[in-house]
């Protein structure tokens, strides 16, 4: 059987660590970590967690292909014009990355009535799994790599393509290029292809035996049996959230671990240097040697190719066995270039309805856009153009395209998801809701910084734009239901476990980028039919 937590969901209450106490375990106050497929001899306690579950977090689907218990995608009952009934029975779908958001689509698109054809293509060989387990789970021991696959959350029945990548998009003759030299006919598609993880950027020092990245089912499996050899040291650089949840497992699993990095405090990219400064404290707390402010300029390797060490900035050298390369992600987007959209290194612009805008700014039909790749204008924020990276964001992206691939204009949906994201780190719970990067003030306003369980409020030009709780999801709902709201900044303060004053300061979160100034356009021709831009790479 296989389950997975939606912890975006997930408040806490613990009622799976007491009713399946071998599949679901508590570290800290909230931190929930679990085993994503559990024995079979585990399936009576796992359901009756699930079914305990008051906010109904828990997805589980059956050892022989049983159905999970919950159905998160929408059934959808309207009437519809001839040509979209036509196209919901005969129309061809391709949905491009089998990722989390490409499966849930393909599993919305059969729940809305979708049974025409359906192709799934993923350059990866395995089937969808749950990225978020890689940097805790995996890593940490408690489940293989190969046990993250996806629950299904209903059927898909498409034509499965996987381990053969898509290198082109040929949007006149209406079909996906492969690798292989194979080209799938659609009607419409759906581009889902994610992120992959940013390499060290020269090469040499790159290929050094024990330098490594995390995002891939791969890319956890190989870390893992580096971790299991017991490195003197590990470095990691970056301090955001996939380094912060690398180096928390190093000191559960009692592995001396530096992390290093330019920003002023870990996480403070997204958070703010206020926030950030909590965290900072935490990782020191638990040990690890944490180098803000400064840079690696230098991988150093033995005469047998093996890392043997890091030059920092400073000029000082820090000797490690491993090293984890967690500076970010890349959009993959290169195989779309020449194909006519309106994409770079910031992702797919697409509308709000998730259809993808072309090179001149127009909206298109036949290409939707989902998940990691996905950058949209939100109404909630300003219409913003924001690439949310998060597992909820794909879910609701891939519920929503999938809804209006299969729609006339009058019948489909706006993305209007509050974003949200968490991650477990040294014990902690920590979850934010809204945008906390667009903040220009910010406040404590429930527990205590000391205790290290409280939330932050983010405030923009006098509204609440996001919250951000540390070991108290609870209150999260609260603040959400606020940002929906459009509730003043500061809101109104409610008790805190300290009763020290809390009042607005500046996040200290680092200059906003404009993806929209790096998108370069040549236009040709005069008379207005004939005008076109075509987007170049500078």
């Known amino acids: 059987m296989r389950v997975v937590v939606d912890l975006t969901r997930c408040q806490g209450y613990a009622q799976c660590a007491f009713l399946a106490p071998d599949v679901f375990e508590i570290r800290g106050d909230e931190a929930l970590l679990y085993d994503p497929e559990p024995d079979d001899g585990q399936r009576r306690n796992v359901l009756r967690a699930a079914a ?5 977090a828990l997805l589980v689907e059956g050892a022989d292909g049983d159905r999970p218990q919950r159905v998160t995608v929408p059934s959808i009952d309207r009437p519809e014009s001839a040509a979209v009934e036509d196209f919901r029975r005969h129309g061809r779908i391709v949905v ?6 490409g499966l849930r689509a393909a599993e919305a698109l059969r729940a809305g009535g979708f049974t025409g054809s359906l192709t799934m293509i993923g350059d990866e060989p395995y089937e969808p799994y749950d990225r978020p387990p890689l940097s805790k789970q995996v890593l940490s ?40 030299g194979d080209r799938v006919p659609f009607d419409k598609v759906l581009i889902s292809t994610g992120v992959r993880a940013r390499v060290w950027p020269e090469p040499e020092e790159a290929a050094l035996d024990g330098v490594c990245v995390l995002h891939s089912r791969d890319d956890a499996a190989e870390l893992r049996r580096r971790l299991e050899a017991r490195p003197r040291r590990v470095l990691v650089i970056g301090a955001g959230f996939t380094g912060s949840e690398v180096a928390s497992v190093c000191r559960d699993l009692d592995l001396a671990v530096t992390v290093v990095a330019p920003s002023p405090a870990p996480l403070s990219g997204v958070l703010g240097t206020v926030i950030g400064d909590v965290a900072a404290q935490i990782q020191r707390d638990h040990g690890v040697d944490l180098r803000c402010g400064t840079s ?38 290169d195989w779309l270039e020449g194909a006519g959209l309106a994409c770079n290194k910031w992702g797919i612009a697409c509308d709000a309805g998730c259809r993808a805008f072309d090179a001149n700014g127009l909206v298109t039909d036949r290409v939707f856009v989902a998940g990691d790749v996905a950058r949209a204008p939100h109404p909630m924020f300003g219409y913003q153009f924001l690439a949310l990276e998060h597992w909820s964001s794909a879910v609701a992206e891939a519920e929503i395209a999938a809804h209006n691939m299969i729609s006339d204009e009058t019948h489909r949906w706006p993305n209007l998801h509050v974003p949200s994201f968490w991650s477990i780190q040294f014990d902690h719970d920590i979850r934010s809701v809204g945008v906390p990067p667009m903040a220009d003030q910010v406040m404590v306003v429930d527990g205590s910084v000391e205790e290290r369980r409280f939330v932050a409020a983010y405030g923009y030009k006098g509204r609440l734009v996001a919250a951000v709780a540390f070991d108290a ?26 009763g020290d004053p809390a009042v607005p300061v500046t996040p200290g979160l680092p200059p906003q980028q404009f993806p929209a100034r790096d998108a370069t356009v040549v236009v040709t021709g005069h008379d207005p039919s004939e005008r076109r831009a075509t987007l170049i790479d500078r």
Request: hydrophobic residues 45%; neutral net charge.
């Open 52 to 56: 305990a579950c008051p906010v109904q």
């Open 96 to 101: 491009v990355g089998c990722s989390l958001a």
């Open 141 to 180: 021991g408690k489940a293989g790599a190969d046990r993250t696959r996806l629950p299904r959350c209903g059927e898909t029945d498409a034509q499965w393509r996987l381990g053969i990548a898509a290198t082109g998009l040929d949007l006149a003759g209406r079909a996906v290029e492969l690798a292989d």
């Open 296 to 333: 690696v300029v230098e991988l150093e390797g033995d005469d047998r190719g093996r890392l043997r060490a890091a030059r920092l900035s400073t000029g000082e050298v820090v000797e490690a066995d491993v090293a984890v390369v967690a500076i970010g992600g890349l959009r993959n987007v």
């Open 473 to 498: 999801a609870k209150w999260l709902d609260f603040y959400r239901e606020g940002i929906e709201a459009a509730a003043p900044f500061p809101p109104q303060r409610r008790a805190t476990a300290t």
